[in-house]
T-cell receptor, first 115, second 111 residues
Framework: EAGVAQSPRYKIIEKRQSVAFWCNPI?????LYWYQQILGQGPKLLIQFQNNGVVDDSQLPKDRFSAERLKGVDSTLKIQPAKLEDSAVYLC?????????????FGPGTRLTVL | AQTVTQSQPEMSVQEAETVTLSCTYD???????LFWYKQPPSRQMILVIR??????QNATENRFSVNFQKAAKSFSLKISDSQLGDAAMYFCAYRAQKLVFGQGTRLTINP
């Protein structure tokens, strides 16, 4: 079974530029998560999708971050415009359903550096 | 709000020895799940072990076991017979509605 795929693995941009990250979850997984992991910290949930609907986006900075999951499969996370404090690893995860019992499987992440 | 605290930023252990990583959490929920994830330099978070709060028996997975003390809100991870491949960041996590992670403990294995 293929794991969660993410691209790109690395991205370097100037502040005020835009950037987008892509995630392909494990086949058949209905729930998709985006996390932000700042250096030296644990991941923090940004947004959770159940199929193509948003379940939780309470910690997503909506003035600059947006995410979509068209057709309930792949997802894209966008930052526009980027700030220095957005430098982090962005992790995508998926689970079979959205229940508390479901294990989340993580992708390799995208390391973003904002200069 | 739920919080997860890992009080050991770094730990080291000799190869083949046993090490215990600490974790405490704060919650008012009675039904929840606890996890330990491993994050090697490749950055991919790998599930090591999980514990359901309603289960009194401590979870075990081969060389990995937990000591779950619900009343004390403590959830430590014991790694037996440490191997070089165990070197990584270890994150304790709690889930009721959403997954909340601790700050992590960097584990070094000395050959």
């Amino acid at each position: 079974e293929a794991g969660v795929a993410q691209s790109p693995r690395y991205k370097i941009i100037e502040k005020r530029q835009s950037v987008a990250f892509w995630c392909n979850p494990i086949s058949g997984h209905a729930t998709l998560y985006w996390y932000q992991q700042i250096l030296g910290q644990g991941p923090k949930l940004l947004i959770q999708f159940q199929n193509n609907g948003v379940v939780d986006d309470s910690q997503l900075p909506k003035d600059r971050f947006s995410a979509e999951r068209l057709k309930g499969v792949d997802s894209t996370l966008k930052i526009q415009p980027a700030k220095l404090e957005d430098s982090a690893v962005y992790l995508c995860a998926s689970s079979r359903g959205g229940a508390d019992t479901d294990t989340q499987y993580f992708g390799p992440g995208t390391r973003l550096t904002v200069l | 709000a739920q919080t997860v605290t890992q009080s050991q930023p770094e730990m080291s252990v000799q190869e083949a020895e046993t090490v215990t990583l600490s974790c405490t959490y704060d919650t008012s929920e009675s039904d929840y799940y606890l996890f330990w994830y491993k994050q090697p330099p490749s950055r991919q978070m790998i599930l090591v072990i999980r514990q359901e709060a309603y289960k009194q028996q401590n979870a075990t997975e081969n060389r990995f076991s937990v000591n779950f003390q619900k009343a004390a809100k403590s959830f430590s991870l014991k790694i037996s017979d440490s191997q070089l491949g165990d070197a990584a960041m270890y994150f304790c996590a709690y889930r009721a509605q959403k997954l909340v992670f601790g700050q992590g403990t960097r584990l070094t294995i000395n050959p």
